[in-house]
């Protein structure tokens, strides 16, 4: 099993996009969707050198896709139970922000792997603070929608149409939107998110609450959350 594309969006979300080095919250200098340059602030050593005029959005998720191959192994290595898409997603959202070494000693691996998955969420809410030991906003939101997508039902798009990449998520009450080509539709899955989507350029954010089908013509064309609310009525 791989991270699909709401997987990567999640992460992508909580990491956040900076285009240029910078410190991050621990003082280690860092680039694009949180990419550990190295250990300490940035100094101008060498290993800086390849991104001293920054990278691209594009050059960013290209970089974050490959690093979380490493995550994603190692959900797989230390997971001894079988997982659905939307639990490895979680899982290797976690296992991305805490390390594999972290995943492998944490409470989340330990209650899972003996089949007590309904208590993995309980565990990853314990993961909240950083490793000054303070309780960081951002880690709670993570947690929040890392638990969200464990527990989300698994909901698959019409096997017979292609889906476009989905390349963001805010964590927030919500609903995952996949833009189908073809039939061109979006069909919308409850899933407790706000989707960001990006379409020929275009970013779209919005909050759903049904399930039925809808033109993306006709979507893409919409200015304002509360028209596309009014169009699936």
């Known amino acids: 099993m791989e991270i699909s594309d709401r997987g990567i969006a999640l992460i992508a979300e909580f990491e956040g996009f900076v285009d240029h080095l910078y410190n991050d919250p621990a003082g280690h200098c860092t680039i694009g969707f949180g990419f550990l340059v190295h250990l300490g602030r940035c100094d101008s050593r060498d290993s800086e050198t390849p991104y001293h005029d920054g990278m691209t959005f594009e050059e960013g998720l290209q970089l974050l896709n490959n690093k979380v191959r490493t995550y994603s192994s190692a959900v797989r290595k230390y997971t001894l139970v079988p997982l659905t898409q939307n639990q490895f997603d979680a899982l290797t959202s976690f296992c991305y922000n805490v390390g594999a070494g972290g995943y492998a000693a944490s409470s989340v691996l330990r209650v899972l792997n003996a089949g007590q998955y309904h208590q993995v969420c309980s565990e990853l809410e314990k993961y909240i603070r950083g490793t000054n030991g303070i309780i960081y906003p951002g880690l709670v939101r993570r947690r929040a929608a890392e638990c969200a997508l464990f527990s989300a039902p698994a909901i698959e798009p019409p096997e017979e149409e292609s889906v476009l990449k989905l ?26 998110h706000v989707v960001i989507y990006r379409k020929l350029g275009l970013w779209s954010e919005t909050v759903i609450n049904l399930t039925d089908p809808v033109d993306v013509d006709a979507f893409l064309r919409l200015p304002t959350d509360r028209d596309l609310e009014m169009l699936l009525r």
């Open 167 to 192: 390349f963001g998520i805010r964590s927030s009450l919500g609903y995952f939107v996949y833009v189908a080509d073809g039939m061109r539709k979006a069909y919308i899955e409850h899933s407790r």
